[in-house]
């Protein structure tokens, strides 16, 4: 199986659309889950975790035909294949780290994807585009009930579903919305959103998950709390300050246009060409000009050009896309070649 | 980005690569594992070697090794060392208790009916819980999947 099978477009969360995709991004919902009568990943001896990998692999190949293209088992696969995997937000950075009997299985249109043997045997997640909690939840719902009639997860009443950290014990769920906040961060107000958010025992963390930094004006906001409430309850919390954000972010793209429109109109229109004309463009850079090329579209300073595309820039400008479209490993500097040729030329008619 | 050290502030500007290295996170953000490490008070000398002594008969990792990775090493543990978990749990989840799914028994016929079964569970426990909300929703869902049983 090949990397070359992933499309360069597609990928559910990429499409942008869906209820609010201005301003959020994507929606995932994950549970962790543990087969019972094993040891949790970081005590299985490497034989033990082999068969897990053989059996759960083996039956989601074989038994639910959405996964039975997309299976990469990590040892097979080159560092930047697996870094390719993590950019587009079907595994964690901690899953590329490893290859003991890891492996992870994505559905054909990469809204759902089942980690084997990260921190815990599976974490299975689905990301959707836009705002779309809810339907998110049920499908991984479904899948949790199907998987549980084929495979023993370790559970007690007492304590629900039992994970190797206690920080995800009882419902194994962790829910996210991914935030495009660059109103927020020009007039910076975005500490008052951290400050709110952390007061309800939410998390505020950048693109890549815990640990990252928030390129590109990219926020996730998700539950801390696994243990003592209903799913749907989880569900609520974060689906709940949402809202507030929303309209936060509105008032401050409002408040960039009204109150210096002309400074507004200026930045952006420099990021397009910045965008357009630059010979060296690092990651970061230039998912800070293409924050602002988004922003610019979406308050209309600029002319449209359809979110899809948007964000099919933001992915392919990745480090590890970049040379995965040139085909071979590059130097940092090589690749920022590469991604201002790739950026030039993409944006070439626009606009 | 901004650094001060010694009452001296300079900017350093760093590649992603250097900034990856230097794992610079969100501010304000800590590591889960320094999360848990402040949660668990270091024990004293004497409560070490106490710590040390609980050892999971299962996966064999005593107490100090879980407070020093933050993972247990299996499903026994919670158990084995429920006394010590459980003000750990209270801290970081504000409970002690499960209130939420289950998973469907194995070898069940993977069925609509089997999926009604769970969400029948789920509605009779939101009622006890005057969760009226959740309840409705369920309700609704419930009905969905016995109508659409019923067309098929």
């Known amino acids: 199986m090949q990397l070359s099978d992933f499309p360069c477009a597609g990928g559910e969360w990429l499409k942008g659309d869906g209820p609010e995709s201005d301003i959020v991004v994507s929606s995932r919902v994950r549970l962790a889950r543990n087969l019972a009568g094993h040891n949790f990943v970081t005590r299985a001896e490497s034989r033990e ?66 980690m084997i043997n990260e921190e815990d045997h599976l974490r299975m997640q689905v990301l959707r585009s836009g705002f779309r909690l809810t339907e998110a939840w049920k499908e991984i719902d479904e899948l949790d009930d199907k998987l549980s009639t084929r495979f023993q997860f370790a559970f007690t009443p007492k304590l629900g579903y039992l994970t190797a950290c206690p920080t995800n014990v009882g419902t194994g769920m962790r829910v996210s919305v991914m935030l495009h906040l660059p109103a927020l961060v020009l007039t910076r107000e975005i500490e008052k959103v951290f400050r709110a958010v952390s007061k309800i025992n939410l998390a505020v963390r950048g693109l890549y998950g815990e640990g990252t930094e928030a390129y590109g004006d990219f926020y996730q906001i998700s539950n801390q709390q696994s243990l003592g409430k209903p799913e749907e309850k989880y569900l609520e919390n974060v689906e709940s300050v949402v809202p507030g954000v929303i309209s936060y972010e509105r008032k401050a793209r409002q408040h960039v246009l009204e109150a210096n429109r002309d400074e507004t109109e200026d930045r952006l229109w420099r990021a397009v060409g910045m965008l357009k004309s630059a010979r060296l463009l690092t990651s970061q850079e230039a998912m800070h000009l293409l924050s602002g090329l988004r922003l610019g579209v979406h308050i209309g300073v600029l002319p449209t050009l359809p979110a899809s595309k948007i964000n099919e820039l933001f992915l392919l400008t990745q480090p590890a896309h970049i040379q995965k479209m040139i085909g071979r490993t590059l130097t940092p500097q090589e690749r920022d070649r590469a991604r201002a040729t790739f950026v030039r030329e993409a944006l070439r008619s626009y606009p | 980005m901004t650094e001060i050290s010694d009452n001296e502030k300079r900017e350093i500007h760093l590649c992603e690569d ?135």
């Open chain 1, 49 to 114: 975790l082999g068969e897990i990998e053989s059996e759960v692999g083996g039956h989601l190949r074989e038994r639910e035909e959405r996964f039975s293209k997309l299976y990469y088992r990590m040892a097979e696969l080159s560092e930047v294949e697996r870094l390719v995997l993590v950019e587009r937000h079907l595994i964690s950075r901690e899953h590329a780290s490893g290859d003991t009997g890891r492996a992870v299985a994505v559905s054909d249109d990469e809204s759902l994807s089942i």
């Open chain 2, 18 to 152: 250097c900034a990856h290295e230097q794992g610079l996170t969100l501010k304000g953000q800590v590591s889960l594992a320094d999360f848990l490490a402040g949660l668990m008070k270091a024990p004293a000398n004497k409560e070490i070697a106490k710590l040390a002594k609980i050892k999971c008969p299962v996966c064999g990792i005593n107490y100090l090794e879980f407070q020093q990775k933050g993972r247990f090493g299996c499903p026994k543990d919670y158990e084995v060392f429920k006394k010590l978990v459980e003000p750990l749990l209270e801290k970081v989840h504000g409970s002690v208790e499960h209130v939420g799914k289950a998973p469907i028994a194995v070898g069940a016929p993977d069925t609509v009916r089997v999926r009604l079964a769970a969400l029948r569970k789920r509605l009779a426990a939101a009622v006890t819980d005057e969760n009226y909300e959740l309840a409705a929703e369920l309700r609704d869902e419930i009905k969905k999947l016995e109508d659409g049983n019923r067309a098929t």
